[in-house]
């Protein structure tokens, strides 16, 4: 199964030019004759607007085009055709990944590198740019997430089917979230019960207490926090899927009378809570409705309660990557940091805690990837060999934006701005390794 | 010595009314005649704008006012004449401490109770105040904080003679800023000791490196880094009597090797260092100098170095209290949350940690409080009785802002956004403690 069909998002009602989700024919035919001199030109343009990186085009008779006669090519892009050539140049954003997705573009060298390589170049070039350039390149502003489009947007990708995404997640609990490698040397495994360990204690949670969670995955941490710290746990999501498997996992683990799951939207949120806790939600959730989160943990988190966000973000407010939010993760939106903020700010919240952990997002994604590539001829059984690749080109993107810190992953705790039950120090966050041993 | 006099502040180029900083006559006879009935009225009103604290007024026959005839008063503030009633009620955020500072105003009970009272009573009720309500007693905007303004404004404060600030600061490093009691029983000492250890634990600092200071007081954070991290500090300041009694102090300890004291404005740092460090200097910034502090921490940091701000906040942009800025702290503004992060926007830096230690610096005011207390007839020697009241509002309103979470300490770590040898997590903070045993 190719990406699976999004209703089309409405640029005008964004107001971006339609021509930024041009979407690029899956396949098309190797072009026979050789490139035209402007076709070397335009390539190599394209290069050089790109800051020049250690990257070779190879054309479609195998003639190479570097950003100039100076460069060492440390990767190599190759093209099978032509009309690749001009959907890259008119819309790289979106056409490098559909390119890729599609067998039409390939890469010699490993992908999480060249892109690393690329995002860093690209992002100090485009300072020069000038005004037009910016323009035609530009990213467009993510389509809408209310309370219907959220489902359709969810269930584009949780839904994908609980078998694809256990070939490449951890065993424990399927954590589809940044994982915390308190030392480097942890297994998946057991990063990713780090993780819920660490959010855990940054909650400060008590057996007997009440938490809500708002996106709960497959439902890892709230059996985690249940089973371990005997709180009573209500988590939302709304993907169907998700919602089903965290249901009979509960169930099977004895812990149904503990952790109840809501298919339910983050917005629909009853009742009062000594904990709110969301890890991964607030990339799907989209600025316009940071309001509205705000007030929901507002109304939800009783007097004393401690708030937790974890989400991917931005050093500042950055439009998201045409090709992940048309392709993979249609409404995402990571928050730059001011916005991740002012959502505690919204609320009359009082910001504790701001832990970034980025570069534990890049390794994460690297065990992942890691274990895809292991799966890669099932994966390709289960969809097809386009759905591989894309697959493949969104995680090794993925890698590169961490790595070349175009995305940020914060973890922030906060409270009611009049609490003052509020823990003296971090010192309980470390007094004792945060991961199991390993088995 | 009254507050020192301060080049009067243009209300009309800030946009506000001038009325805001109407001066209460220091000095003013006892009323003589009882309350007119529409001065009952009046102050009654005050009350009951304020949220009806649990809070008499006796005016100056010994009448007593309530908000209403259920309150129970817990605190009485008693006011020696008419005038001071009519002052309070036109501008109550300036007037009341002008008003103390003159023995015009009195407080039965604990005054930082009073004020903490009053903060969370305000707080809530103002939500419900009318627009012109709101108008009329609304705070104005710091003064400019210009190179040549900085440089009168600081002197106003931290000029004040180094005598009168060792009567009630620690005795280590003479610490005007917030302490760190990592664990509730510490001493003052111990705990400024524990500030400044684990300030540098989360600048990584590493002998041989090097660092450049913003504000550096009196400079016992220089010292302290030189001394037990066996780094070289550049440490600026525009304090004259603070960098002369810094320099001699680092010869006294034989440490001028290793510590330079600039009697300059952090604008004209030069060099590049592994980390730059300001404690208890953006309050006198001004948000609008926030690109330019931005642009030279960006300039200054080497491509792998950390920086450090600590800093009195707030969770959302909000004007200075008036009497603070006027009569204390000229052209102080402490940032909201979200300015705050606007410099490591501003200077393209990624945010690593961000700390609230919010109720650290109630329990530091409150340490101060208590040895200011101890020596109250040392400071009006040294001053006069007017100066020891106003001190004693400021200080007493200090520990009340920040239990009533009005005021917040954040310390944040950031690092130029390309940088990827941070540190992995900030279990180093916690491996031991960072307060000296008790001697």
């Known amino acids: 199964m190719a990406p699976q069909p999004v209703k089309e998002h409405n640029n005008e009602q964004q107001g971006a030019a339609p021509q930024h989700v041009l979407s690029i024919p899956l396949e098309d035919q190797p072009t ?53 050539l001009y959907q890259l140049t008119a819309n790289p954003n979106l056409a490098f990944g559909d ?10 060298g490993d992908l999480p590198d060249l892109l690393t390589t690329l995002y860093r170049s690209v992002h100090q070039a485009r300072k020069a740019w000038p005004r037009w350039l910016e323009a035609l390149w530009r990213n467009h502003a993510p389509r809408p997430t209310g309370l219907d489009d959220a489902k359709e947007n969810i269930h584009h990708h949780y839904d994908l089917g609980n078998e694809f995404y256990q070939l490449w997640l951890d065993t424990e609990e399927q954590q589809y979230t940044c994982a915390y490698f308190e030392t480097p040397d942890l297994t998946l495994e057991q990063a990713q019960l ?19 969670e708002a996106g709960c995955g497959w439902g890892g941490l709230a059996r985690y926090m249940a089973s371990r710290y005997g709180v009573k746990v209500k988590a939302y999501n709304i993907s169907r899927e998700q919602v089903s498997y965290a249901r009979q996992e509960a169930q099977r683990r004895g812990l149904d009378h503990l952790v109840e799951y809501v298919e339910d939207d983050y917005r629909n949120i009853t009742g ?27 109304r939800s988190l009783k007097p004393h309660g401690l708030a937790l966000l974890h989400s ?15 392709r993979i993760f249609p409404g995402a939106y990571p928050p730059g940091i001011s916005e991740f903020i002012s959502i505690c700010e919204q609320g009359d919240f009082s910001v504790l805690d701001v832990e970034n952990l980025r570069l534990h997002y890049a390794r994460t994604l690297e065990h992942w990837m890691q274990r895809f590539e292991t799966h890669a001829d099932d994966v390709t059984r289960l969809y097809d060999e386009h759905f591989t690749r894309a697959w493949r080109m969104y ?9 070349a810190s175009s995305l940020q992953l914060f973890q922030v705790v906060f409270t009611h701005e009049d609490n003052n039950q509020i823990p003296q120090t971090r010192r309980h966050l470390y007094a004792s390794p945060a991961a199991p041993e390993a088995p």
Chains 1, 2 share one sequence.
């Open 32 to 84: 026979e004759r050789g490139p035209y001199s402007h076709e070397r030109w335009i390539i190599g343009k394209v290069l050089r607007m790109a800051g020049s990186p250690p990257v070779a085009f190879e054309l479609w008779n195998g003639e190479r085009v570097l950003p100039d006669e100076h460069t060492e090519s440390q990767f190599t892009i190759r093209l099978t055709d032509h009309k690749a």
């Open 312 to 326: 991917i973000g931005r050093n500042r407010p950055t439009l998201t990557n045409a090709w992940i939010e048309k």
């Open 194 to 212: 780090a993780k819920l360990e660490h959010v855990c204690r940054k909650l400060n949670l008590q057996p007997g207490q009440t938490v809500v």
């Open 272 to 298: 009062q809570y000594d904990a709110f806790v969301s890890i991964g939600m607030l990339e799907h959730v989209g600025a316009e409705n940071y309001p509205v989160l705000a007030n929901v943990i507002k």
């Open 99 to 108: 390119l890729y997705s599609a067998g039409r573009l390939h890469v010699d």
């Open 395 to 403: 995680l090794a993107g993925s890698i590169a934006a961490f790595r």
